[in-house]
């Protein structure tokens, strides 16, 4: 065995992705399959009912066995499982259960679980519904190793005292002397210096490190700037990410990107190379925003910490919220429980855990901690989402942001003023209601004579600034050459009669007041002048100039000219109209502009240049940085049990606390928060017998492959026990002794 110093051990960081393990296996059969089971299945085919078919489901010998049709899952095989085939609902003479069909979660689930291969930790024939609940003995299961105190043991004597430089080889080679082994021959020193750069940047190293003298002393000096390089936390990071299951996306259902995730990727490289000491580290992560800070980079930190409690797999297109809610906490529990305790929590869901001394009234103990907290923007919105919180700035930064944020929101009071001022004043402004774009000619009613097929006489211009026009755009004189321009529409009448005669233009503040229009019609001619100031009246889009006779093939045309105006000249197209006797609209007299009418269009544009301005100032200049967090809920309250996991079979209202196998000095839950600051003290109080394990064997485990207990996520009945008990819990010891210092 090819040693290893003390000093190298102690500087690591203590994450590493978990391995898969049967435990995971079997954690996942407690939360998704025995439920099923037993709220589905078991009524038909369990003991103590009448067993239908010869199958029974409430032991593993059961399906494995089978019933009148053979064995019921071929593990491995869904397709060729038949329960699956019972429950999938396809086969018209297998649908199991009869009554009410599996919803398709629950069929992916029976799905999943065969595919895995079945683990199913029933191994007792004999196991029957009663037993569905059992009772943990706390003192008797106490006696398992991992709920028993930590107590750093002495060092053992061993009787090879040349081979050890430390106490951490004299714990190995007590072992070793034990079973009669003896150590490997040590690595030569260039081996030993690319371990080092490997497993703590992640990099190999450099020629001049590999040609440096061999010395206890140049060995800690490259150490030494290993641990200074910003490259440790990045490679340390990655194992603490992958335990928290960071992604930037949620899975869970449709993925939604997440954006900002990338800041809690951030906080942990950086808390690492800081050597924030580990207790800190998951304070932070668990109750950030619940801490005092001394500045405003503490903030930002403490805040972004939390993230930890958002990144889980989320099916935000879940439609039931409160199942939704459950579900996360769920995952929380989960995770947290796993990467911080080393036990599987999330099997009490629905049940008292099966193998270890975790009741469902722990699990909605610690559910209510985080009911009483809120990862989520609201309950009701079709597809949820997180909360981004925003962040402070330091300094100049903060100061120019804050006036940003501060103009910013002096222009939405105005613009919400003007909008409720247009509202105000009845104006069915057209202008604010119109879909942008062209409308086509042939939608509208009666004749219409695009500006594009008027007969012009000067140089107009053709636009499309304004969204809203008819045909192809509208034209405009650019306020030039006044008196010389002309349009001249010549409609092509096929029915003589009366006619409403409709213009359309379009309005603005720097328009005309007085466009002269003549309309030479079958009875004379006749004058109008239009106030392109105001909003057209009709439809938004038309002014009636009035009601005229044109005959079938007739002579009779508009003419249009800039003469004699000031401002701005546009047309847009003509309209006509053919109207019965007796319902002719009269021609509208020429009269001056007046305030009243020109209002509407004013606070109109007003409108439109605050929404343009708000618009520039929201996507240029300094941002406020947003990131994904937690925050105390509005309602603090405790949570009852939810009978065999479901959401609205409820039970008895539990206490917010802990897990009651672990009892430490830590205080209760405030009542008036969440109780996440309690929890983060609980999960590192010195007498916590799990967190210091289960932290210091993710160190032993990156660095050799292997576990001191192999089942890193799982320190219960069903996982393994330690390989050097004595030395885990001296490592233990050392870490809190430390102050939980990492480096």
Not at 106 to 123: K, T
Not at 331 to 347: H, N, P, S, V, Y
Not at 548 to 572: C, K, M, P, Q, W
Not at 700 to 715: A, H, I, K, Q, S
């Amino acid at each position: 065995m090819t040693r290893k110093r003390k000093g190298i051990l102690l500087t690591l960081s203590l994450f590493t992705a978990s391995p898969l393990i049967a435990g995971d296996d079997f954690a996942f059969f407690e939360q998704r399959i025995r439920p099923l089971l037993v709220e589905r299945c078991y009524d038909c085919h369990s003991a103590g009912h009448k067993i239908k078919g010869g199958l029974r489901l409430d032991t593993r010998d059961g399906w494995l066995k089978g019933g009148e049709s053979g064995p019921a899952i071929t593990a491995g095989k869904p397709d060729e499982s038949l329960l699956l085939k019972a429950v999938r609902y396809h086969d018209r003479d297998l649908k199991m259960p009869p009554k009410k069909a599996l919803s398709e979660t629950e069929v992916r689930a029976f799905e999943q679980w065969i595919e895995q291969g079945a683990p199913d930790p029933r191994i007792d024939a004999a196991v029957v519904v009663a037993a569905e609940k059992p009772k943990h003995d706390i003192n008797k299961a106490k006696s398992w190793w991992s709920f028993q105190p930590i107590r750093k043991p002495q060092v053992p004597a061993v009787k090879d005292a040349s081979w050890p430089r430390n106490d951490i080889d004299r714990f190995i080679l007590a072992k070793l002397e034990a079973e009669s082994l003896h150590p490997s021959p040590d690595a030569p020193p260039e081996v030993l210096t690319r371990r080092l750069s490997y497993d703590l940047i992640g990099l190999p190293p450099s020629a001049e490190e590999l040609d440096a003298p061999s010395t206890i002393q140049n060995s800690k000096f490259k150490i030494q700037n290993l641990l200074n390089s910003p490259q440790f936390g990045e490679r340390w990071g990655r194992h603490w990410l992958d335990i928290t299951r960071f992604a930037e996306s949620s899975g869970g259902g449709r993925t939604l990107p997440f954006k900002d995730a990338w800041r809690y990727r951030d906080y942990v490289i950086e808390s690492l190379n800081a050597n924030l000491p580990m207790d800190r580290f998951l304070t932070e992560q668990l109750a950030g925003d619940l801490l005092p800070h001394a500045n405003v980079t503490e903030q930002r930190n403490h805040l972004t910490a939390t993230g930890f409690l958002v990144l889980g797999p989320t099916n935000y297109e879940e439609q039931d919220k409160q199942l939704l809610r459950m579900d996360i906490i769920d995952e929380q529990l989960d995770t947290m429980g796993k990467a911080f305790l080393g036990m599987t929590i999330g099997c009490a869901r629905c049940h008292d855990h099966k193998f270890d001394p975790i009741s469902q009234r722990d699990y909605y103990a610690l559910a209510g901690i985080l009911r009483s907290s809120r990862v989520l923007k609201d309950y009701k919105d079709n597809v949820a989402h997180w909360i981004d919180t925003p962040l402070p700035l330091d300094g100049e930064a903060e100061i120019a942001l804050q006036a940003k944020e501060a103009k910013l929101a002096t222009l939405k009071a105005e613009l919400d003023t003007s909008k409720a001022q247009l509202k105000k004043a009845g104006v069915s402004s057209a202008l604010n209601k119109l879909t942008p774009g062209a409308l086509d000619p042939a939608r509208l009613e009666g004749l219409v004579i695009d500006d594009s097929e008027a007969k012009e006489v000067g140089t107009w211009k053709h636009s499309r600034v304004f969204k809203t026009y008819i045909g192809k755009g509208y034209v405009t004189d650019n306020n030039m050459d006044k008196g010389a321009m002309t349009l001249t529409f010549t409609p092509k009448i096929t029915e003589g009669g009366r006619y409403e005669v409709r213009f359309a233009y379009t309005a603005a503040t720097d328009r005309a007041t007085n466009v002269p229009i003549v309309i030479f019609h079958a009875d004379g001619e006749d004058s109008v002048k239009v106030d392109e100031t105001a909003p057209p009246p009709v439809e938004g889009r038309f002014v009636s100039l009035g009601t005229f006779r044109f005959e079938a093939n007739g002579e009779g045309y508009i003419l249009l000219s800039n003469s004699d105006t000031t401002g701005f000249v546009t047309a847009d197209a003509l309209q006509f109209i053919k109207v019965t006797e007796g319902a002719e609209k009269k021609v509208p007299e020429s009269k001056p502009a007046r305030k009243s009418a020109k209002e509407p269009l004013l606070v109109t544009e007003r409108i439109k240049k605050l929404e343009d301005e708000i618009k520039a100032l929201t996507t240029n200049g300094p941002a406020r940085p947003l990131a994904m967090t937690a925050s105390e809920d509005a309602t603090i309250a405790d949570c009852p049990i939810h009978i065999r996991g479901q959401l609205r079979n409820l039970g008895e209202v539990v206490p917010r606390g802990f897990l009651t196998i672990i009892p430490t000095h830590s205080n209760p839950p405030a009542k008036d928060q969440s109780g996440r600051l309690e929890l983060a003290a609980w999960l590192v109080n010195n007498d916590n017998p799990l967190t210091s394990r289960v932290m210091v064997n993710r160190i032993w485990l990156w660095l050799f492959g292997e576990g001191l207990v192999r089942t890193p996520d799982n320190f219960g009945t069903m996982g393994e026990t330690p390989t050097h008990p004595e030395l885990l819990d001296y490592l233990a010891s050392e870490l809190i002794e430390s102050r939980w210092d990492l480096k």
